[in-house]
């Protein structure tokens, strides 16, 4: 499907904007606007929330599987361990997407 393009063109997009370019001395005093001018490590946020917010969309709007609960379970997982106060919740996300994929393999 287009679909695995088209996610893997907006991450290119996201890298292209979010990662300094920034060649020369001179160029150290430009302030760029957008994305760019977010801390990196908040910008890399907004990937994950994105994919999460598309797959609960999906979650809800169809029929349920367990699959799907196991895909927001692979984007939840790094998300965890991109904000320190939540790494306590690596371990119980990385058991959701393993018992969901289980659970779908088990009863199809």
């Given at each position: 499907m287009m679909i695995w393009f088209v996610c893997s063109l907006i991450v290119?997009?996201?890298?292209?904007v979010t990662?300094?370019?920034r060649l020369t001395p001179e160029?150290?005093?430009i302030r760029m606007p957008g994305l760019a001018s977010l801390n990196p490590h908040k910008a890399w946020l907004l990937l994950p929330?994105?994919?999460?917010?598309?797959?609960?969309?999906?979650?809800?709007t169809t029929n349920f599987s367990f699959f799907s609960l196991a895909a927001?379970?692979?984007v939840a997982t790094p998300l965890t361990?991109?904000?320190p106060r939540?790494?306590?919740?690596?371990?119980?996300?990385?058991?959701?997407?393993m018992i969901s994929v289980l659970?779908?393999?088990i009863w199809g």
């Open positions: 290119a997009c996201l890298l292209l990662v300094e370019t160029a150290d005093g929330l994105a994919i999460l917010c598309w797959l609960s969309w999906h979650l809800f927001i379970g692979f361990m991109l904000i939540w790494r306590y919740w690596v371990l119980p996300s990385a058991l959701l997407s659970l779908g393999t």
